[in-house]
T-cell receptor, first 113, second 114 residues
Framework: DTGVSQNPRHKITKRGQNVTFRCDPISEHNRLYWYRQTLGQGPEFLTYFQNEAQLEKSRLLSDRFSAERPKGSFSTLEIQRTEQGDSAMYLC???????????FGPGTRLTVL | AQSVTQPDIHITVSEGASLELRCNYSYGATPYLFWYVQSPGQGLQLLLKYFSGDTLVQGIKGFEAEFKRSQSSFNLRKPSVHWSDAAEYFCAVGVGNAGNMLTFGGGTRLMVKP
């Protein structure tokens, strides 16, 4: 068990560019979650998957955001036409099933210039 | 809509002293409650959780929390703080089906004096 991994750990981009982050959950975990954490705040729920199905999306997830988990294993989060307000830490978590502990990855820190 | 309030943004305690971090929640149904800790450069780690049953919950690293429905609170306690406990602590309420979408409070940063 190597834990949840996220890549890249840091991403600096210019406003208007597209970025994609990857999350590899703990092996055999069915549920995968994305959260966003801005400086000095607690994480905010964005979306989650049960295997490859995206079951819930927060209103925070604007049309510029899209998440996939094509084979029920790793997931990607893409932000199109980035804005400075997108600068944050993007956290991924996974759990075995719905009421099991969510294990968080180290996050990807996005800076939009 | 659900919300979590952690009234104390910063707390400083002396090593060996007792600790209580406050958490109040607002949620219309039976809450699933969690405490997570976040150390610099590390991911969030679950300290303890409450789903049902005994309202006093034991967690890792010597932490415990008590669910008080009448006060809508889930305060975290530790009888004797260690320097390694310095970190940011987040209280969360789980909503949705089986409480798996977490709503976090703003966090309390704990500093430990030698």
């Amino acid at each position: 068990d190597t834990g949840v991994s996220q890549n890249p750990r840091h991403k600096i981009t210019k406003r208007g560019q597209n970025v994609t982050f990857r999350c590899d959950p703990i092996s055999e975990h069915n549920r995968l979650y994305w959260y966003r954490q801005t400086l000095g705040q607690g994480p905010e729920f964005l979306t989650y998957f049960q295997n490859e199905a995206q079951l819930e999306k927060s209103r925070l997830l604007s049309d510029r955001f899209s998440a996939e988990r094509p084979k029920g294993s790793f997931s990607t989060l893409e932000i199109q036409r980035t804005e400075q307000g997108d600068s944050a830490m993007y956290l991924c978590a996974s759990s075995l099933n719905s009421r099991d502990t969510q294990y968080f990855g180290p996050g990807t820190r996005l800076t939009v210039l | 809509a659900q919300s979590v309030t952690q009234p104390d943004i910063h707390i400083t305690v002396s090593e060996g002293a007792s600790l209580e971090l406050r958490c109040n929640y607002s949620y219309g149904a039976t809450p699933y409650l969690f405490w997570y800790v976040q150390s610099p450069g590390q991911g969030l780690q679950l300290l303890l959780k409450y789903f049902s049953g005994d309202t006093l919950v034991q967690g890792i690293k010597g932490f415990e929390a008590e669910f008080k429905r009448s006060q809508s609170s889930f305060n975290l306690r530790k009888p004797s703080v260690h320097w390694s406990d310095a970190a940011e602590y987040f209280c969360a309420v789980g909503v949705g089906n089986a409480g798996n979408m977490l709503t976090f409070g703003g966090g309390t940063r704990l500093m430990v004096k030698p």
